[in-house]
Protein backbone atom coordinates (compact mmCIF):
# COMPACT_ATOMS: atom_id res chain seq x y z
CA UNK A 1 0.00 0.00 0.00
CA UNK A 2 1.45 3.30 -1.02
CA UNK A 3 1.52 6.28 2.05
CA UNK A 4 1.50 9.72 1.96
CA UNK A 5 1.32 12.26 4.53
CA UNK A 6 0.07 16.39 3.69
CA UNK A 7 2.06 18.97 3.59
CA UNK A 8 0.57 22.86 3.78
CA UNK A 9 1.28 26.44 4.64
CA UNK A 10 2.95 28.93 3.03
CA UNK A 11 4.27 27.00 -0.05
CA UNK A 12 7.52 29.19 0.46
CA UNK A 13 7.66 26.56 4.03
CA UNK A 14 5.76 23.73 2.79
CA UNK A 15 8.52 21.98 0.61
CA UNK A 16 10.57 21.84 3.80
CA UNK A 17 7.86 19.10 4.77
CA UNK A 18 7.76 17.65 1.66
CA UNK A 19 11.81 16.92 1.83
CA UNK A 20 11.39 15.32 5.28
CA UNK A 21 8.52 13.11 4.26
CA UNK A 22 10.76 12.43 1.33
CA UNK A 23 13.71 11.35 3.71
CA UNK A 24 11.52 9.59 6.05
CA UNK A 25 10.57 6.78 3.26
CA UNK A 26 6.86 8.36 2.30
CA UNK A 27 5.32 7.02 -1.11
CA UNK A 28 3.74 10.76 -1.62
CA UNK A 29 3.13 14.02 0.07
CA UNK A 30 -0.62 15.80 -0.61
CA UNK A 31 -1.89 19.09 -0.11
CA UNK A 32 -5.13 20.69 0.12
CA UNK A 33 -6.15 23.93 -1.63
CA UNK A 34 -7.32 26.22 1.58
CA UNK A 35 -5.53 29.53 1.66
CA UNK A 36 -2.70 28.64 -0.50
CA UNK A 37 -1.83 27.62 -3.92
CA UNK A 38 -1.96 23.81 -4.79
CA UNK A 39 -0.18 23.91 -7.54
CA UNK A 40 2.49 26.39 -6.70
CA UNK A 41 3.03 24.67 -3.38
CA UNK A 42 3.51 21.32 -5.59
CA UNK A 43 6.25 23.15 -7.74
CA UNK A 44 8.14 24.20 -4.74
CA UNK A 45 7.78 20.67 -3.30
CA UNK A 46 9.18 19.35 -6.39
CA UNK A 47 12.24 21.38 -7.11
CA UNK A 48 13.27 20.52 -3.34
CA UNK A 49 12.94 16.81 -3.75
CA UNK A 50 13.90 13.88 -5.88
CA UNK A 51 11.82 11.02 -5.82
CA UNK A 52 8.10 11.31 -3.55
CA UNK A 53 5.46 11.31 -5.31
CA UNK A 54 3.57 15.17 -5.53
CA UNK A 55 -0.52 14.89 -5.63
CA UNK A 56 -3.17 17.63 -5.12
CA UNK A 57 -5.46 16.63 -2.64
CA UNK A 58 -7.18 18.86 -3.90
CA UNK A 59 -7.25 21.09 -6.75
CA UNK A 60 -10.46 23.45 -6.81
CA UNK A 61 -11.39 22.20 -10.49
CA UNK A 62 -13.72 25.44 -12.18
CA UNK A 63 -12.08 28.53 -10.88
CA UNK A 64 -9.72 27.45 -13.09
CA UNK A 65 -10.23 26.56 -17.66
CA UNK A 66 -9.11 23.16 -18.04
CA UNK A 67 -6.45 24.19 -20.40
CA UNK A 68 -4.86 26.62 -17.88
CA UNK A 69 -5.16 23.48 -15.33
CA UNK A 70 -3.40 21.26 -17.72
CA UNK A 71 -0.52 23.44 -18.78
CA UNK A 72 -0.14 23.74 -15.07
CA UNK A 73 -0.31 19.94 -14.99
CA UNK A 74 1.65 19.31 -17.83
CA UNK A 75 4.43 22.01 -16.78
CA UNK A 76 4.30 20.12 -13.10
CA UNK A 77 5.07 16.47 -14.88
CA UNK A 78 7.37 17.57 -16.99
CA UNK A 79 9.63 19.19 -14.02
CA UNK A 80 9.52 16.69 -11.95
CA UNK A 81 10.28 13.93 -14.02
CA UNK A 82 6.63 12.31 -14.41
CA UNK A 83 6.17 12.35 -10.23
CA UNK A 84 2.66 14.23 -10.33
CA UNK A 85 -0.83 13.62 -9.75
CA UNK A 86 -3.57 16.06 -10.43
CA UNK A 87 -6.27 15.69 -7.63
CA UNK A 88 -9.82 17.29 -8.16
CA UNK A 89 -12.44 18.55 -6.79
CA UNK A 90 -15.35 20.81 -7.22
CA UNK A 91 -15.90 22.51 -4.11
CA UNK A 92 -19.72 23.63 -3.22
CA UNK A 93 -21.92 26.09 -4.88
CA UNK A 94 -21.17 29.03 -2.12
CA UNK A 95 -17.57 29.07 -2.69
CA UNK A 96 -17.60 28.93 -6.41
CA UNK A 97 -20.31 31.56 -6.83
CA UNK A 98 -19.10 33.70 -3.67
CA UNK A 99 -15.53 32.88 -2.81
CA UNK A 100 -13.78 32.59 -6.46
CA UNK A 101 -16.75 34.99 -8.37
CA UNK A 102 -17.28 32.20 -10.65
CA UNK A 103 -20.25 30.23 -12.19
CA UNK A 104 -21.73 26.98 -11.29
CA UNK A 105 -23.63 24.22 -12.61
CA UNK A 106 -24.17 20.78 -12.19
CA UNK A 107 -21.33 19.40 -10.11
CA UNK A 108 -21.04 15.57 -11.88
CA UNK A 109 -21.24 16.67 -15.06
CA UNK A 110 -19.24 19.32 -15.62
CA UNK A 111 -16.84 17.41 -14.07
CA UNK A 112 -16.57 15.40 -16.52
CA UNK A 113 -16.10 17.37 -19.44
CA UNK A 114 -13.37 19.03 -17.80
CA UNK A 115 -11.77 15.35 -17.38
CA UNK A 116 -12.11 14.99 -20.58
CA UNK A 117 -10.99 18.12 -21.83
CA UNK A 118 -8.07 18.07 -20.50
CA UNK A 119 -6.96 14.75 -21.67
CA UNK A 120 -8.13 15.40 -25.01
CA UNK A 121 -5.44 18.82 -24.45
CA UNK A 122 -2.62 16.41 -23.29
CA UNK A 123 -3.37 14.01 -26.21
CA UNK A 124 -2.61 17.18 -28.63
CA UNK A 125 0.38 18.23 -27.00
CA UNK A 126 1.77 14.01 -26.83
CA UNK A 127 0.31 12.63 -29.98
CA UNK A 128 -0.60 15.25 -32.19
CA UNK A 129 -3.95 14.97 -32.60
CA UNK A 130 -6.57 17.36 -33.69
CA UNK A 131 -8.42 19.33 -30.63
CA UNK A 132 -12.00 18.90 -31.60
CA UNK A 133 -13.84 18.51 -27.79
CA UNK A 134 -16.99 19.83 -27.53
CA UNK A 135 -18.97 19.83 -24.21
CA UNK A 136 -21.92 21.51 -23.15
CA UNK A 137 -19.42 23.30 -20.44
CA UNK A 138 -16.03 23.51 -22.15
CA UNK A 139 -14.87 23.21 -25.35
CA UNK A 140 -11.35 22.33 -26.79
CA UNK A 141 -10.92 23.00 -30.70
CA UNK A 142 -7.87 25.53 -31.13
CA UNK A 143 -4.05 24.66 -30.73
CA UNK A 144 -1.67 26.60 -32.86
CA UNK A 145 2.44 25.76 -32.46
CA UNK A 146 3.01 29.00 -30.56
CA UNK A 147 1.14 27.55 -27.45
CA UNK A 148 2.02 23.92 -27.63
CA UNK A 149 4.43 23.04 -25.85
CA UNK A 150 5.21 19.72 -27.56
CA UNK A 151 5.34 15.97 -25.85
CA UNK A 152 7.26 15.15 -22.69
CA UNK A 153 9.03 11.59 -21.47
CA UNK A 154 6.86 10.69 -19.25
CA UNK A 155 2.92 9.18 -19.17
CA UNK A 156 0.48 12.53 -18.70
CA UNK A 157 -0.41 12.98 -15.10
CA UNK A 158 -2.80 10.84 -13.00
CA UNK A 159 -6.08 12.55 -12.30
CA UNK A 160 -7.15 11.78 -9.17
CA UNK A 161 -11.24 13.01 -8.10
CA UNK A 162 -12.30 14.15 -4.97
CA UNK A 163 -16.09 12.34 -3.78
CA UNK A 164 -18.89 12.51 -1.45
CA UNK A 165 -21.59 11.98 -3.98
CA UNK A 166 -23.34 9.39 -5.64
CA UNK A 167 -22.85 11.13 -8.87
CA UNK A 168 -19.91 12.40 -8.72
CA UNK A 169 -18.36 8.64 -7.62
CA UNK A 170 -20.11 7.50 -11.10
CA UNK A 171 -17.76 10.38 -12.79
CA UNK A 172 -14.27 9.14 -10.86
CA UNK A 173 -15.25 5.37 -12.05
CA UNK A 174 -15.72 6.53 -15.44
CA UNK A 175 -12.94 8.77 -16.23
CA UNK A 176 -10.24 9.20 -13.45
CA UNK A 177 -7.54 7.69 -12.32
CA UNK A 178 -8.06 7.26 -8.75
CA UNK A 179 -10.50 8.41 -5.76
CA UNK A 180 -9.98 10.51 -3.18
CA UNK A 181 -13.21 9.69 -0.68
CA UNK A 182 -14.05 13.12 1.33
CA UNK A 183 -11.87 12.38 4.68
CA UNK A 184 -13.69 15.29 6.12
CA UNK A 185 -17.17 13.90 6.47
CA UNK A 186 -16.94 10.50 5.33
CA UNK A 187 -17.72 6.73 6.94
CA UNK A 188 -17.06 3.33 6.28
CA UNK A 189 -20.84 2.51 6.14
CA UNK A 190 -21.51 5.64 3.48
CA UNK A 191 -17.93 4.54 1.69
CA UNK A 192 -19.25 0.92 1.18
CA UNK A 193 -22.56 1.63 0.83
CA UNK A 194 -22.77 4.38 -1.41
CA UNK A 195 -19.12 5.48 -2.71
CA UNK A 196 -17.83 2.23 -3.85
CA UNK A 197 -21.13 0.80 -5.75
CA UNK A 198 -21.51 3.94 -7.62
CA UNK A 199 -17.83 4.23 -8.43
CA UNK A 200 -17.95 0.79 -9.83
CA UNK A 201 -21.34 1.75 -11.54
CA UNK A 202 -18.96 4.14 -13.60
CA UNK A 203 -16.32 1.65 -14.05
CA UNK A 204 -18.93 -0.39 -16.01
CA UNK A 205 -19.68 2.47 -18.21
CA UNK A 206 -16.58 2.77 -19.26
CA UNK A 207 -15.69 -1.44 -19.93
CA UNK A 208 -12.90 -0.49 -17.10
CA UNK A 209 -12.12 -2.64 -13.76
CA UNK A 210 -10.78 -1.56 -10.17
CA UNK A 211 -7.70 -2.64 -11.49
CA UNK A 212 -7.77 0.80 -13.67
CA UNK A 213 -9.00 3.03 -10.57
CA UNK A 214 -6.85 4.00 -7.52
CA UNK A 215 -8.95 4.40 -4.19
CA UNK A 216 -7.95 6.01 -1.01
CA UNK A 217 -8.55 4.99 2.44
CA UNK A 218 -11.70 6.12 3.81
CA UNK A 219 -14.03 6.32 6.83
CA UNK A 220 -13.92 8.28 10.71
CA UNK A 221 -11.03 6.36 12.19
CA UNK A 222 -9.85 7.32 15.44
CA UNK A 223 -6.45 5.65 16.40
CA UNK A 224 -4.25 5.99 19.52
CA UNK A 225 -1.47 3.42 21.25
CA UNK A 226 -4.27 3.22 24.10
CA UNK A 227 -7.79 3.19 25.14
CA UNK A 228 -7.39 7.05 26.68
CA UNK A 229 -5.96 8.25 23.41
CA UNK A 230 -8.33 6.48 21.32
CA UNK A 231 -10.94 8.56 23.20
CA UNK A 232 -9.02 11.39 22.37
CA UNK A 233 -9.18 10.97 18.82
CA UNK A 234 -12.32 10.20 18.80
CA UNK A 235 -12.94 13.35 20.21
CA UNK A 236 -10.94 15.01 17.59
CA UNK A 237 -13.55 14.16 14.70
CA UNK A 238 -15.69 17.18 16.57
CA UNK A 239 -13.54 19.95 14.45
CA UNK A 240 -14.57 18.19 10.85
CA UNK A 241 -17.68 17.37 11.84
CA UNK A 242 -18.94 20.39 13.03
CA UNK A 243 -17.75 21.95 9.90
CA UNK A 244 -19.01 19.74 7.78
CA UNK A 245 -22.18 19.05 9.21
CA UNK A 246 -23.06 23.01 9.25
CA UNK A 247 -23.02 22.29 5.08
CA UNK A 248 -26.42 20.24 3.70
CA UNK A 249 -24.69 19.01 1.05
CA UNK A 250 -23.28 16.46 3.54
CA UNK A 251 -26.08 15.52 5.05
CA UNK A 252 -26.67 12.51 3.53
CA UNK A 253 -23.58 10.99 5.52
CA UNK A 254 -25.60 11.61 8.77
CA UNK A 255 -29.12 10.67 7.84
CA UNK A 256 -27.42 7.17 6.66
CA UNK A 257 -26.27 6.54 10.94
CA UNK A 258 -29.84 8.47 12.11
CA UNK A 259 -28.05 11.47 12.70
CA UNK A 260 -29.98 13.53 10.35
CA UNK A 261 -31.36 16.03 13.31
CA UNK A 262 -27.57 16.60 14.47
CA UNK A 263 -27.36 18.25 11.07
CA UNK A 264 -29.74 20.50 11.13
CA UNK A 265 -28.85 22.17 14.42
CA UNK A 266 -25.38 22.56 13.11
CA UNK A 267 -26.72 24.13 9.46
CA UNK A 268 -29.41 26.33 12.09
CA UNK A 269 -26.57 27.37 14.75
CA UNK A 270 -24.10 28.39 11.71
CA UNK A 271 -26.40 30.29 10.15
CA UNK A 272 -26.36 32.56 13.56
CA UNK A 273 -22.59 32.13 13.02
CA UNK A 274 -22.44 29.88 16.67
CA UNK A 275 -19.83 28.06 16.11
CA UNK A 276 -18.21 27.35 19.20
CA UNK A 277 -22.07 25.90 20.43
CA UNK A 278 -21.63 23.74 17.42
CA UNK A 279 -18.74 21.67 18.68
CA UNK A 280 -20.73 21.24 22.27
CA UNK A 281 -24.00 20.20 20.03
CA UNK A 282 -22.00 17.16 18.71
CA UNK A 283 -21.78 14.34 21.71
CA UNK A 284 -19.11 11.72 22.55
CA UNK A 285 -22.50 8.82 21.42
CA UNK A 286 -22.69 10.70 18.37
CA UNK A 287 -18.87 10.32 17.12
CA UNK A 288 -19.39 6.94 18.29
CA UNK A 289 -21.99 6.12 15.36
CA UNK A 290 -19.80 7.20 12.95
CA UNK A 291 -16.38 6.26 14.04
CA UNK A 292 -14.02 3.20 13.71
CA UNK A 293 -11.44 2.75 16.74
CA UNK A 294 -8.06 0.68 16.15
CA UNK A 295 -5.02 1.01 18.14
CA UNK A 296 -2.44 2.05 16.43
CA UNK A 297 -0.14 -0.68 16.07
CA UNK A 298 -2.52 -2.99 15.06
CA UNK A 299 -3.57 -0.48 11.98
CA UNK A 300 -1.83 -2.06 9.14
CA UNK A 301 -3.77 -5.41 10.14
CA UNK A 302 -7.40 -3.41 10.18
CA UNK A 303 -6.02 -1.89 7.19
CA UNK A 304 -5.89 -5.28 5.37
CA UNK A 305 -8.93 -6.71 6.39
CA UNK A 306 -11.17 -3.50 6.55
CA UNK A 307 -10.20 -1.61 3.55
CA UNK A 308 -9.22 -4.47 1.03
CA UNK A 309 -10.36 -1.60 -1.65
CA UNK A 310 -7.72 0.67 -1.16
CA UNK A 311 -4.52 1.07 -2.52
CA UNK A 312 -3.31 4.67 -1.05
CA UNK A 313 -3.56 5.87 2.41
CA UNK A 314 -2.47 9.36 4.53
CA UNK A 315 -0.68 8.26 7.40
CA UNK A 316 1.76 10.36 9.79
CA UNK A 317 3.18 10.02 13.29
CA UNK A 318 5.44 11.80 15.75
CA UNK A 319 8.74 11.98 15.12
CA UNK A 320 10.00 14.36 17.92
CA UNK A 321 12.48 12.03 19.70
CA UNK A 322 14.71 9.23 18.04
CA UNK A 323 12.38 7.02 20.15
CA UNK A 324 9.28 8.75 17.83
CA UNK A 325 10.75 8.96 15.04
CA UNK A 326 12.34 4.69 15.03
CA UNK A 327 8.44 3.86 15.98
CA UNK A 328 7.18 5.71 13.12
CA UNK A 329 9.32 4.54 10.84
CA UNK A 330 8.48 0.72 12.05
CA UNK A 331 4.86 1.42 11.64
CA UNK A 332 5.32 2.93 8.19
CA UNK A 333 6.79 -0.10 7.21
CA UNK A 334 4.20 -2.40 7.75
CA UNK A 335 1.77 -0.26 6.51
CA UNK A 336 3.72 0.18 3.24
CA UNK A 337 4.20 -4.03 3.48
CA UNK A 338 0.53 -4.33 3.59
CA UNK A 339 -0.95 -6.04 -0.09
CA UNK A 340 -4.48 -5.18 -0.76
CA UNK A 341 -6.73 -6.58 -3.47
CA UNK A 342 -8.20 -3.14 -4.81
CA UNK A 343 -11.71 -4.55 -5.21
CA UNK A 344 -14.44 -3.65 -2.65
CA UNK A 345 -15.57 -6.99 -1.08
CA UNK A 346 -19.32 -7.63 -2.75
CA UNK A 347 -18.66 -5.67 -5.65
CA UNK A 348 -16.04 -7.61 -8.03
CA UNK A 349 -16.73 -8.12 -11.43
Excluded at 48 to 61: F, K, N
Excluded at 102 to 118: D, L, N, V
Aim: glycine share 12%.
Amino acid sequence: MKVGTGIGGWPGKAWEGAKRAEAAGYDYVTCGELAHDSIVTMALAGAHTESIGLQTGVTIAFPRSPMVLAMEAWDLQQATGGRFVLGLGSQVKGHNERRFGGTWSPPAPRMKEYIQMIRAIWDSWQNGTTPEFLGREYRYTLMTPNFNPGPIDFDPPKIYLAVVGDAMARVAGEVADGVLPHGGIMTDRYMREVMLPNIRTGLERSGRTWDDIDVAVSGYLALGDDEEAIMAAVDGFRQPLHFYGSTRTYHKVLKMHGLEDLGMKLHALSLEGRWKEMRETITTDDLLKLCETCKTDDYPEFLGEHREYARLVGWGGPRDTPEQAARTAERLSRIQAVTTSGIPRGLEF
